[in-house]
């Protein structure tokens, strides 16, 4: 005869429902630490992108703008 108990707790197991996942699946706060790395590693790929463009950059734009003033 099966009585339902887990033989690791002694204890009647968890019964499985929506309302038992929710709390679970509804904490929002995430890994800070990794977002604040990923914020971080983001901030340095648009400094060095731009480091390294923002001379061709000035230059297209200002090509442009001298176009623009002869037109």
């Known amino acids: 005869m099966r009585l339902g108990?887990?033989?690791q707790t002694?204890?009647?197991?968890r019964k499985?429902?929506?309302k038992n996942l929710i709390p679970r699946f509804n904490d929002e706060r995430?890994?800070?630490p990794g977002w604040v790395l990923v914020t971080l590693?983001?901030?340095g790929l648009v400094v060095l992108l731009w480091s390294l463009a923002?001379?061709?950059?000035?230059?297209i734009f200002d090509q442009a703008l001298a176009k623009v003033a002869q037109f």
């Open 5 to 7: 108990l887990s033989l």
């Open 10 to 13: 002694g204890r009647m197991p």
């Open 16 to 18: 499985l429902s929506i």
């Open 30 to 32: 995430g890994d800070v």
């Open 41 to 43: 590693m983001t901030a």
């Open 54 to 59: 923002g001379p061709a950059l000035k230059g």
